[in-house]
Nanobody, 118 residues
Framework: QVQLVESGGGLVQPGGSLRLSCAAS????????MDWYRQAPGKQRELVAQ???????YYLDSVKGRFTISRDNAKNTMYLQMNSLKPEDTAVYYC????????????WGQGTQVTVSS
């Protein structure tokens, strides 16, 4: 049984930082491409950051220079360090795992709420 469990969300003031974690089980974590998505109220889900099995990374333009994605294959865990947070970063953040060789193997976490507000 595959499980992706996010943690680390919460309420933070503008300019603050949070670190999200995604703990995976039931998959060979090291061979999966791992993604962070987010969905704000009334908006479509969007890809925020991605890290491949070879540690290549992608970032949404609006988070470049502020967010850093990383993975620890020994711990089956992915992270998203979020700095200089803005109110527009408020959303539910979802962890996603996809097998690049066969994309029908794709899994989602339950999401964690990030609220940036003073």
């Amino acid at each position: 049984q595959v499980q992706l469990v996010e943690s680390g969300g919460g309420l933070v003031q503008p300019g603050g930082s949070l670190r999200l974690s995604c703990a995976a089980s039931g998959i060979i974590f090291s061979i999966y491409t791992m993604d962070w998505y987010r969905q704000a109220p009334g908006k479509q889900r969007e890809l925020v950051a991605q890290i491949t099995r070879r540690d290549n990374t992608y970032y949404l333009d609006s988070v470049k220079g502020r967010f850093t994605i990383s993975r620890d294959n020994a711990k089956n865990t992915m992270y998203l360090q979020m700095n200089s947070l803005k109110p527009e970063d408020t959303a539910v953040y979802y962890c996603n795992a996809v097998l690049p060789d066969d994309t029908k193997y794709q899994y989602w976490g339950q999401g964690t709420q990030v609220t940036v507000s003073s």
